[in-house]
């Protein structure tokens, strides 16, 4: 029974973000990884789903009045239900092959400071998608599975990972989390700081897709040495004429736009350290820390980040895999890492 369970099982880890969804089949790796978008077209009063993912991503900003693009994941925590469902429901049926028998298992990962009735929509939500088991793990213990750290050992580990909605700095020893805390900065508050940037420096307004290009493009967290680093040209609007322009934007004007969401997650590594208990904390100093996550690949951000804390800092391999990657061995390796999933709260 057991052979033939490990044949056909389809079980599946999920990392449910506010910007990608990612999912991990047993045996297999990352199979999916899409925006967690949902587009939904209005007919007659009522409301079908157009497209998810990637294809839905690509309409936001860009939807006529009928069409409306949803982000159903905000600053790491389910803004709107329905359509979150809706996008579980959809990525489970689009990698669940149908020729198996049993119903799979599914770990999601959910942010450390969920509630008990989030984490109860989250767990519901995969039910009802199909799964016959549903197991929630925390994000910043994934984020550590993922990235290699010893996080059994009786040694402190900081992880941080700088998502598209939050930045969670966790410390963790023995298998558990020792302190955590969530900051709404991450990703989209960098897009949001370079709109505003341009919009208030240079009178352009551009896109939220556009403001993520550029931060992904040339992006950084530290002034470039010569005052400028490479530039990018981008298109907005002009806001004195409301014309379309053209403007050249530099490294150091991104670098002055990122300034604060930058200091904001310093910051909250910082009252992370200040909090832990000193043998942990000692531990932290020896050990560094680890990135993950998406905006853990901002240019420089690792090294703006060991100048203001003066701790070694990593980048995890795969930052942007991470999490899922860690759900997925706590389910490969269920066994050993049984305390860390949770069944039924
Ligand atoms: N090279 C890069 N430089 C800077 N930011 C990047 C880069 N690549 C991706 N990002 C940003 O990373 C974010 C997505 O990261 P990730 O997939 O880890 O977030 P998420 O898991 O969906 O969000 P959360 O964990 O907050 O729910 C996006 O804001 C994206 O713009
Ligand atoms: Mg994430």
Avoid: W
């Avoid at 014309?243 to 002055?256: D, G, H």
Wanted: proline residues 4%; negative net charge.
């Amino acid at each position: 029974m057991s052979l033939f369970n490990g044949l056909f099982s389809q079980d599946m880890a999920i990392d449910l973000g506010t910007a990608n969804t990612l999912v991990y089949v047993k045996g297999r790796g990352v199979i999916l990884n899409e925006p967690s978008v949902v587009a939904y077209h209005s007919k007659a009063g009522r409301k079908e789903v157009l497209a998810v993912g990637e294809d839905a991503k690509m309409m936001l900003g860009r939807t006529p009045g009928s069409i409306e693009a949803i982000r159903p994941m905000r600053e790491g925590v389910i803004a709107d239900f329905d359509t979150a469902e809706e996008m579980i429901k959809h990525f489970i049926r689009k990698v669940h092959k149908r020729t198996t028998f049993t119903k799979p298992k599914i770990i999601v990962c959910v942010p450390h400071g969920a509630t008990p009735v989030e984490k109860r929509a989250i767990r519901q939500s995969v039910l009802s998608a199909g799964a016959r088991k549903a197991g929630l793990i925390a994000e910043p213990i994934a984020a550590a599975i993922g990235a290699g750290m010893p996080i059994t050992d009786p040694t402190g580990s900081m992880v941080v990972d700088i998502g598209g909605g939050t930045t969670e700095v966790a410390v963790l020893s023995l298998g558990d989390i020792v302190y955590a805390r969530s900051v709404r900065v991450g990703g989209d508050r960098m897009d949001e700081a370079i709109i505003s940037y341009l919009r208030r420096q240079q009178n352009i307004l551009i896109g939220e897709s556009t403001a993520e290009r550029i931060k992904t493009s040339i992006g950084t967290a530290r002034m470039p040495d010569d005052g400028r680093g490479m530039s990018e040209l981008i298109k907005g609007r002009d806001l004195l004429n409301g014309v379309p322009k053209e403007t050249e934007v530099s490294q150091a004007m991104v670098a002055e736009a990122l300034n604060e969401p930058v200091q904001q997650i310093c910051e909250a590594v910082m009252t992370a350290l200040e909090t832990t208990p000193p043998d942990l904390a000692a531990d932290i100093v020896d050990r560094g820390v680890m990135l993950t996550g998406g905006g853990a690949l901002l240019g420089e951000l690792d090294l703006a980040l060991r100048e203001q804390t003066g701790l070694a800092i990593s980048v995890a391999d795969e930052a942007l895999n991470c999490v899922a990657l860690g759900t997925g061995k706590a389910l490969e390796y269920e066994k050993r890492l049984r305390h860390v999933i949770d069944y039924d709260s």
